[in-house]
C-alpha cells in the first residue's frame, strides 16, 4: 500500500508543526531541522523557525543532553560509554555531550551501577552456578560493554558473582567465540 503523501508547511503552520513535534517528544537541533526540512514549502525558513525556539528555550541541546544522560543512567542503568554514542547518534555537538556525561556520571560508581544492570538484566535463580560456564561469563561480559561499561568495570561486577572474572580482563568482547 502506498503511502500517502506529507503535507507541506509554510510560516506559521510550519511553526505550528514544529512546536507540535517538540510537544510530542524533545528532540535535538539536528532532529528538529531534519523533521523541518522534510515538512517545508520553503527550506529557507527553517533557521530562522530553529533560533526563534531556541531565543524561546524550547529547543536546547544541553538540556536535552543532560535529560537524556540522567534518565539513561538512573532508568535504563546504562554506563556512560553507551550514553555517548546515542547522543553522537542523534547529533549532539560533542563538547556538550561530554560535559552532560560529566555532570551525570561525575559521581556515579561505574562498578556499582555495572552490578545493577546486571542484577536487573540477568535473572537466574542461582547467579554463582550460571556464572561457572565459560561461555554465560563471556556473555554477561560482552552485555556489560554494550551496556557502556568500561571492561574493567565490567569485569569487576562479574567478580561479585564468579572467581573465573578475572580471566576477562584479557578477552576482546568483540570476538565472537561461536564462529
Known amino acids: 500500500m502506498r503511502r500517502a503523501a506529507s503535507k507541506l508547511y509554510s510560516g506559521e503552520a510550519l511553526m ?26 520553503d527550506p529557507a525558513e527553517i533557521p530562522g523557525i530553529l533560533a526563534r525556539l531556541e531565543e524561546s528555550r524550547l529547543l536546547n541541546d544541553e538540556r536535552f ?57 540477568i535473572r537466574v535463580p542461582d547467579p554463582a552456578a550460571h556464572f561457572k560456564d565459560p561461555k554465560n561469563l563471556q556473555s554477561a561480559f560482552r552485555k556489560l560493554v554494550y551496556a557502556g561499561f568500561s571492561p574493567g568495570a565490567a569485569s569487576k561486577a562479574l567478580k561479585k558473582f564468579s572467581a573465573n572474572a578475572a580471566e576477562l580482563e584479557d578477552f576482546d568482547p568483540t570476538i565472537d567465540d561461536d564462529a
Not at 23 to 36: D, I, N, P
Request: hydrophobic share 40%; no cysteine; net charge positive.
Open 16 to 41: 505550528n508543526f514544529a512546536l507540535r513535534s517538540l510537544s510530542s517528544r524533545s528532540s535535538t537541533v539536528a532532529e528538529l531541522k531534519k523533521k523541518l526540512e522534510a515538512r517545508a514549502e
Open 65 to 121: 543532553a543532560e535529560s537524556y544522560a540522567q534518565g539513561r543512567r538512573d532508568l535504563r542503568l546504562f554506563g556512560p560509554q553507551r550514553v555517548r554514542r546515542e547522543l553522537a547518534q542523534r547529533q549532539i555537538p560533542k563538547a556538550v555531550a561530554e560535559a552532560s556525561l560529566t555532570e551525570a556520571y561525575g559521581a556515579v560508581d561505574e562498578v556499582a551501577l555495572a552490578l545493577a544492570h546486571l542484577e536487573r538484566k
